[in-house]
């Protein structure tokens, strides 16, 4: 079938005295919009081209002047000092050890012996503040009458002196001199309204600006620095720059408790996704959301009554806007753009209700790292745009677009037509299925203490980065993102409050024991295990990958509370005295059916046993870590860990289908070989299958019915049919 | 140097019709001593030898005419049903399921309603006894107002009809059609009363007997079998067939409060030594132990005046005995006879304190399924010879002995010879070391739940089995029995009511997070860790192996509690966020100086991470594996699993003199080769180096103030040197 050229959906960057050039890759590529790039101003001449000027807009740094001004306004966090231990009755604890003195500096402004807290660790205890004493020219803080050889620590409010994206950016690229921008807080009504009015006065100032890409609001997530200008703790995710003095007061108005310290530095953890969320701080980040979304609405309304439109970059500075929270929808933005790093993240940005558009912004960025003599960034955009690809068959982003400057890109010939080749396909795939439902065989319920709230977002630490100890179950979130099912995120307190959704096949539990994913203590609660127990035997099914309902230490008498369902359990080692017959593995099984032996555990998981009558399907060194299990009318499966490849996305989608046992039904717009996918689109009468990889690959393509036909397909490419189509 | 022919020291089996060849390997062998073999008696002939004459005596089985007329005696132990899940509000749980009826039969004769227990394990529930009736005719429990989809268990007062010993070898041998032996409860008067009279009758009876061997006393270790007559349940230390009725009524007595079935069935775990001990459960050990040693007094006492020796075998009805206990100097045994299977059971046995003498009984047993065509009993004989004697080295047993058929050995000739061998050479150790204090290079504390009372019994599960959760950890204990280091186990109890004994150098904790071993909650109490912090801040060392000091799922913000000492933490998964710049691995370092890379940790420890002023020694896989920490004066090392094995050994010993920071006496009575080991006597003059391989071997051994000398050494050899040797 041929590709219709269109044109449009595409956002490129600009560059200085590049105009002409900037003309003929818009022409060559179909652009529709520029974006100004870091540190560039958008070429008037631009305005002349018939394509939308983007420009990114930061709310709360870049105004120093203000800034310095009120010094009361500037951004603050809770942090931690080091665990110093006492070995004798008094102890000095210097809290800014460590700590990046360029980036954070101590609030001495708000009384400490009020807004810190200073913690025996050993014995989990409070010190009295008549016990603790501070010298601020020294930043200690030196306690009398401690326990020798207990460990302390400082809980101490720190103001955040320099955004950390504008430092992350300055220090990596070495600018010097360069002022370091100073995150003001918006929670400040001056500091509200100079934001109020500069942004007005901005955009009265850039009449060609047709939208304002704001990056982001207000707070940055968690990014710290230590003493040696490294990365010392990051978070995503992370709400602990969106406290303050204000905010605390405004949160117990509004809550009707106060919230200490500890509320927020969380033994150390930082309310990391990864822990079960305490109540306090669901509490906090209702509250946080609640006054950002209100906060952002006042800007987005500036920007309408300016005739523009309003887009927001997911990262940054985007604390608190929740966009699968309850007030998103409220801001009112059009826009939103993201990075896309993989499926994952592609389905992060496509899925955002509440806006008009959805924008992704491909890798790689324009910039030396990549576009350099003897780099290969055509390899790296290859890479981005097969596993985005997979992931927009699901869900499109409305719009695609690129970063950094261009210039750097147009000297790489070979990029600029690999360009000019994703924009087309992509405008290909869009014009066919927008607004189209995609076929799905199954819903899959993914359930863990966050449920809808972080959508796509289990496992993420820093965005894009991997991790030894979550990719193991993150290939759970990139298979899913791009395969023919549907997909939702349900939390523990949906289940014990309303069942499992009548539309879930199958729930997913992954994760390692005790964190917010596998979910730790809410497995004790009986109405979340009956809940599952009930509807499993009713005929759903339910898999545990990794250490799904697990209780670090046991409960009960058991790891997995949903041992009884998965028919596995984990060895604590409380129970070696009793003798564990295994079921002799089974030889064939539709899990494993044509998949390549061994499997891919990543980091696995250990000590796992199986019950006498659990189907063993793989096992090795005494322990199992595949099994299917029946339970009542339902099924459980266990898999010890699934890092992502395409095979271990065919796994996934067997253990799904297996779990469901809708098994009769697999083969249905599927394609054999795991290096291709198929999507399909019934109400559009058109179905597609994709090559994932650079080479060519030949599969048999299962449509309807049965029926089946064997695609050879050329590297990258994406086949459309008709389904009506006579083979 | 010349050994000397001695004679003595050795035990032998007996066989039927075999007198004269059996005064040939008395000669032969030097023995002094003969045992009857099961199921056989001794042959009077031999009388006539100049040989002690020892008979098994079993006290509490084999009196099936008793325990028939006196059903009331019978033992019992509490037992645990299945998990059932209840699918609506009634549920029957038939809790015999899975349990084999010819070894255990309800006790419906005392009132269950009163003495079991059903618990809804969801809700973490006892279910009121109203709500649940009892089929006796179908060993069924039913259960009313059960809440649908939780799970039920009953705890039942089931009653041990066939002593556990006694059925293992009847389904081992096939004796068909053999009555089963009955154990019955010396707790009871008309039992007690037996008991005492039915051996006053057999003492007078068999006057030529010189040595009762009680196999053993009242209550067996805790082996169940299932309805497949396989093993389904085995703890060698466990107390579950020690209770009954009057039992509990006595507790109640003595310690001030009753126990329910879930102080015994605890979880279905049983109070495996791996559980960290309850307070119920230390009660109860106490109660036992003291109960046992008083009614075994009673019988020691009537083989005393009967003029005959009492000896106890170490296992099989050995529970309570407690030979490392308060109580059992107060039996007034004259001697102790165990199964010695390595190092570890051998130090288990020779370390045995208030009895006139120990004796090791070898391995292979006489039997069959060695002894037979193509069968290779020298070579496990020397397998059990090698890894005993460098026990024996450190402490010897009094005396050795073989078990079995006499006829079966005879007929190997080699094997014959390598008896010879053996008696030999252990006569002359004896003669040469006995009462001489071995030279140690420094004290060590085995740290954990359970101290002095479980000396050389951390990890069993079943004597002598290997378990996969368990060798990692044993090694310790197999390297430490035959090594030149004093070693005392210490439990936290001792730590935070005494300090850490003055002598000890370096402490040890070793095992899995949550274990009695590694010590699990015992570790939030701040006087455990601040007295090692203190201690070890002095100047000694701490060593951690596996998941030393670990709460499962962190507590303070801590998986380990003495990271801080270690410099290591293990991530639970909760401070993905936070960096830890891992230091560069050391080059050499003391620890692994010689030894053959990459070390052996079997099953290891994952997501340990170093701090960033620790020496990394080992790490792979973003892990570290062997770590060195400064504390204070003192050091703390970390390793991630040591399984047994010469070179493991040999690390071990690093460690701890490292941890001691006494590196610099560590080739002090030393041979470099992992292979050999050197014993020193200093004040006898003697040292000997063995080879404890089965091929030559070449060391240097260093003697003291630096000397060494090159020793080449036959297989298994070991060579004596008087310390004053001119070389
Ligand atoms: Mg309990
Ligand atoms: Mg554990
Ligand atoms: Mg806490």
Redesign the interface.
């Known amino acids: 079938m041929m590709m219709t050229k269109e044109t449009g959906r595409l956002t490129i960057p600009s560059d200085t005295d590049f105009l002409k050039e900037t003309q003929e890759l818009i022409t060559r590529w179909g652009a529709d919009a520029i974006r100004d790039s870091d540190g560039t101003k958008l070429d008037t001449g631009l305005k002349q081209l018939a394509v939308k000027l983007y420009s990114t807009y930061f709310v709360a740094r870049g105004y120093n002047d203000f800034a310095e001004k009120h010094p009361e306004t500037v951004q603050s966090l809770y942090l931690m000092s080091d ?1 110093i ?1 006492a ?1 004798g009755t008094t102890v000095t604890i210097p809290f800014m050890a460590h700590y990046f003195d360029q980036q954070i500096r101590p609030n001495y402004r708000d009384d400490p012996h009020e807004y810190w807290e200073v913690i025996d ?4 205890a409070v010190v009295p503040t008549t016990n603790w004493s501070l010298l601020p020219d020294d930043d200690t803080v030196t306690i009398r009458q401690a ?5 302390y620590t400082v809980s101490f409010l720190a103001e955040l002196i320099w955004d950390p994206t504008e430092m992350y950016n300055h220090l990596t690229n070495h600018w010097g001199d360069v002022p370091h921008q100073i995150p003001f807080d918006v929670r400040y009504p001056e500091a509200q309204q100079f934001i109020r009015d500069t942004l007005r006065r901005w955009l009265a100032a850039n009449p060609e600006i047709d939208v304002v890409r704001f990056t982001t609001f207000f707070y940055h997530f ?1 990014l710290i620095f ?1 003493d040696q200008e ?6 995503w995710l ?1 709400y602990g720059g969106t406290v303050s003095v204000p905010a605390l007061k405004a949160f117990e108005k509004v809550k009707g408790y106060r919230l200490r310290p500890e509320d927020f530095v969380d ?4 309310n ?1 996704s ?2 079960v969320p305490s109540r306090h701080y669901r509490d906090y980040v209702d509250f946080i959301a609640r006054f950002v979304a209100d906060q952002a609405k006042i800007l987005v309304d500036e920007v309408h009554a300016a005739g523009k439109e309003a887009m927001m970059f997911l990262g940054d500075n985007w604390i608190g806007t929740e966009p699968y929270g309850p007030y998103f929808k409220d801001i009112g933005l059009d826009a939103v753009v993201g990075s896309v790093g993989n499926a994952t993240t592609l389905r992060l940005i496509s899925d955002i209700p509440h806006v008009k558009y959805t924008e992704g912004r491909f890798l790689p960025y324009f910039f030396p790292d990549v576009f350099h003599k003897g780099g290969d960034p055509v390899a790296e955009a290859k890479q981005n745009w097969l596993t985005a690809r997979r992931a927009i068959m699901r869900k499109p982003v409305d719009r695609i677009g690129y970063g950094g400057y261009l210039k750097l890109a147009a000297q790489f010939p070979d990029f600029v037509d690999y360009v000019t080749h994703v924009a087309d396909e992509f405008r290909d795939i869009y014009s066919k299925i927008h607004g189209v439902k995609p076929y799905a065989g199954l819903t899959v319920g993914v359930l863990n203490a966050w449920g809808k709230l972080r959508t796509w977002q289990p496992f993420i ?2 965005h894009g980065k991997r ?4 990719y193991s179950y993150e290939g759970v979130m990139e298979a899913l993102a791009g395969q023919a099912v549907n997909v939702r995120f349900l939390s523990f307190a949906d289940i014990t409050s309303q069942g499992v959704p009548k539309d879930i096949d199958v729930l997913i539990n992954v ?5 917010a994913f596998s979910g ?1 203590d809410a497995w004790q609660d ?1 109405a979340l ?3 599952i ?2 509807w499993v ?1 009713a005929g759903h099914g339910f898999v545990g990958i990794g250490e799904p309902s697990a209780i ?3 409960w ?2 058991r790891t997995f509370q949903l041992a ?1 369902v998965l028919g596995v359990d984990q ?9 564990k ?1 295994q079921p002799a593995p089974v030889a064939d099984h539709f899990l494993t059916d044509g998949l390549t032996l061994p499997l891919d555990y990543g ?1 696995s998981t ?2 796992v046993y199986a019950f006498p009558e659990t189907a063993v399907i793989a096992a090795a ?2 322990e199992v870590t595949l099994t299917s299990h029946d339970y ?1 009318q339902g099924r459980g499966v266990y898999l010890a860990g699934l890092p992502f490849s395409p095979q271990n996305a065919n796994l996934l989608l067997r253990l799904m289908f297996w779990a469901a046992k809708k098994e009769n039904a697999f083969q249905t717009w599927y394609a054999t070989n795991p290096e291709t996918e198929v999507a399909a689109y019934p109400d559009a009468g058109l179905y597609a299958v994709l090559n994932n990889t650079s080479a060519p690959q030949t599969t048999t393509v299962y449509t309807t019915g049965g029926q089946q036909v064997s695609v050879s397909l050329a590297p990258e490419e994406i086949r459309w049919e008709r389904i009506d189509h006579e083979y």
Do not use: C, I, M, W
């Open positions: 665990r231990t070995t660790r050993t014995a989990d326990a020798p050889y207990h460990e968690t230590d490294r990365e010392k703790f990051v978070d992370g033994d150390g953890f930082y990391s990864y822990r630490v820093a991790y030894k100890q979550a994760g390692a024991a005790g964190t730790g009986p295990v009956t809940t127990r009930a035997a670090p230490g046991t009960a008498g009884d060895e604590a080692g409380f129970s070696l005295s009793t003798d017959y980091e250990h000590n060194n005494d009542g």
